[in-house]
């Protein structure tokens, strides 16, 4: 079965520490995975995918298909970065999401 | 440009009315999508449009549920009649009929059914 898995509702983390949302998935083939953020009475918008291979704001994900992970991560988080992560995955660019249950970062001053 | 828009923001309905929830797509975005988000559970695909035909919708949960995209541009979901479990956020997105090309989400309508 196609499944993102994303273990954590909450993660609560103080003002420059290191972050790192989990992300599992299941899929028979080899797929795109994203992560979607959304902040608070904003859209939900793309924060990167793997195949770009980027950094934004900070935040790098490395997919790792050995042990079919695609964790989310930044070393030094900032009180910005509080909003709901998704991390979610497309048999390809541009098409439909499967995507995780979410999971909500929040930053302490 | 401006961005995927849905419209209405919220709507609170009794359970057996009628919703229509409307999302524009980014102009020239053939691809248009509708999702939704239960209280508690992940965000889940309905179904998707390329211009004005249904591409997939497998993810349409019964025939309570009926989208439309005539001509091609923006899209419509129908509840009839609307039942206590259909309340969540529904979420509309586009993008290009290209490979590569990221979606791109609208605001979503908060629907709660009383």
């Known amino acids: 079965a196609q499944r993102v898995t994303q273990p954590e509702k909450l993660l609560s983390v103080f003002k420059g520490a290191p972050v790192e949302l989990k992300c599992n998935y299941s899929y028979s083939g080899s797929p795109e995975l994203f992560w979607y953020v959304q902040y608070s009475r904003q859209r939900l918008q793309l924060l990167l995918r793997h195949i770009s291979r980027e950094s934004i704001k900070g935040f790098t994900a490395d997919l790792n298909k050995g042990e079919t992970s695609f964790h989310l991560k930044k070393p030094f988080a900032q009180e910005e970065d509080s909003a709901m992560y998704y991390c979610?995955?497309?048999?390809?660019?541009?098409?439909?999401?499967?995507f995780g249950q979410g999971t909500e970062l929040s930053v302490k001053p | 440009e401006a961005g995927v828009t849905q419209f209405p923001s919220h709507s609170v309905i009794e359970k057996g009315q009628t919703v229509t929830l409307r999302c524009d797509p980014i102009s020239g975005h053939d691809n248009l999508y509708w999702y939704r988000r239960v209280m508690g559970k992940e965000i889940k695909f309905l179904l998707h449009f390329v211009k004005e035909s249904k591409q997939d919708e497998s993810g349409m949960p019964n025939n309570r549920f009926l989208a439309e995209r005539t001509g091609g541009t923006y899209s419509t979901l129908k509840v009839q009649p609307a039942e206590l479990e259909d309340s969540g956020v529904y979420f509309c997105?586009?993008?290009?009929?290209?490979?590569?090309?990221?979606?791109?989400f609208g605001n979503g309508t908060r629907l709660t059914v009383t």
């Open positions: 997105a586009s993008s290009q009929d290209r490979a590569n090309s990221p979606l791109h």
């Open positions: 979610a995955l497309s048999r390809l660019v541009g098409g439909k999401l499967i």
